[in-house]
C-alpha cells in the first residue's frame, strides 16, 4: 500500500546550519509531495509542495526536491534560523483524496 | 485572518461526558478531514468527507462520530470520552478538482483534555 516513513525524529542544528531532511515513500501513482511546518500551538502549515511535474519547489528558504528513482524526497535550507525551529512533516497524496503524513522530524536550532 | 476556524480551542471533559468539536473552513473546498496528534501518534487521519459525504473513516470506534449539516462544516462529536481521547484534534480542507486541487491546509486545533 501507499506509505511515507520520515525516520529522523529529532535535529538539533546551530544557526546557520545546513538543514537536510529525508523521507522515502511508496507507492503505484504519480504522486504529489508536500513539507509541512508546524509550530508550537498551531496547526501544520504547508511549506512546500512538489509534484512529478516540476521536480522541485522553494518557498522562504527552504527547497524541496524528489528523486522518483530513489523514491525519496528531501527539504533543505542552506542557513537555518532560530525562528525555524519547528516540527516539519512530509506528506505524500496518492488520489482520492488519501493523505499520508510521516511522523515529523522536530527541529530545534540553537542560536 | 483564519480562513479554517475550529471551535474550542481548549475543551477539558470528564470521563464518560460527550463533546462536540467544530470546525468550518472559509476557502471554499468540497473535502474536509479530521486528524488526531498526540505524543504517541504524531499526525493520525480520522475521516474524510467530500461533497458532505463519508469518504473514509480509520478511527476504530464508533465513538466518533463526523457531522456535516453545511458544506463547509465537519463537526466531530465523541461521546463516552476516555483519558486517551486526550489529543489535539485538527480539522482540515482540500479542493477536489482545480488549479489548487490535492492540498491540505489545518485549521489550529482544539485541544482537548479529558480527567
Known amino acids: 500500500g501507499d506509505s511515507v516513513t520520515q525516520k529522523q525524529g529529532q535535529v538539533t542544528l546551530s544557526e546557520d546550519d545546513f538543514l537536510f531532511i529525508n523521507c522515502t515513500y511508496s507507492t503505484t501513482t504519480y504522486p504529489t509531495l508536500f513539507w509541512y511546518v508546524q509550530y508550537p500551538g498551531q496547526g501544520p502549515q504547508l511549506l512546500l509542495k512538489?509534484?512529478?511535474?516540476?521536480n522541485k519547489g522553494i518557498s522562504r528558504g527552504f527547497e524541496a526536491t524528489y528523486d522518483k528513482g530513489t523514491t525519496s524526497f528531501h527539504l533543505q535550507k542552506a542557513s537555518v534560523q532560530e525562528s525555524d525551529s519547528a516540527v516539519y512533516f512530509c506528506a505524500l497524496y496518492t488520489g482520492y483524496q488519501n493523505f499520508y503524513f510521516g511522523k515529523g522530524t522536530s527541529l530545534t536550532v540553537i542560536p | 485572518d483564519p480562513k479554517i476556524i475550529q471551535k474550542p480551542k481548549y475543551l477539558v471533559a470528564v470521563t464518560g461526558s460527550e463533546k462536540i468539536l467544530i470546525c468550518e473552513q472559509y476557502?471554499?473546498?468540497?473535502?474536509m478531514y479530521w486528524y488526531r496528534q498526540s505524543a504517541k501518534k504524531p499526525l493520525e487521519f480520522m475521516f474524510s468527507?467530500?461533497?458532505?459525504?463519508?469518504?473514509d473513516n480509520q478511527t476504530a470506534s464508533s465513538r466518533f462520530q463526523p457531522q456535516s449539516s453545511k458544506k463547509n462544516h465537519l463537526d466531530l462529536q465523541i461521546t463516552a470520552l476516555k483519558p486517551d481521547d486526550s489529543a489535539t484534534y485538527f480539522c482540515?480542507?482540500?479542493?477536489?478538482?482545480?488549479?489548487?486541487?490535492?492540498?491540505?491546509?489545518f485549521g489550529a486545533g482544539t485541544r482537548l483534555s479529558v480527567l
Open positions: 482540515a480542507s482540500s479542493q477536489v478538482g482545480g488549479l489548487s486541487q490535492n492540498t491540505l491546509y
Open positions: 468527507y467530500s461533497y458532505q459525504k463519508l469518504m
Open positions: 512538489v509534484t512529478t511535474a516540476n
Open positions: 476557502l471554499g473546498h468540497n473535502a
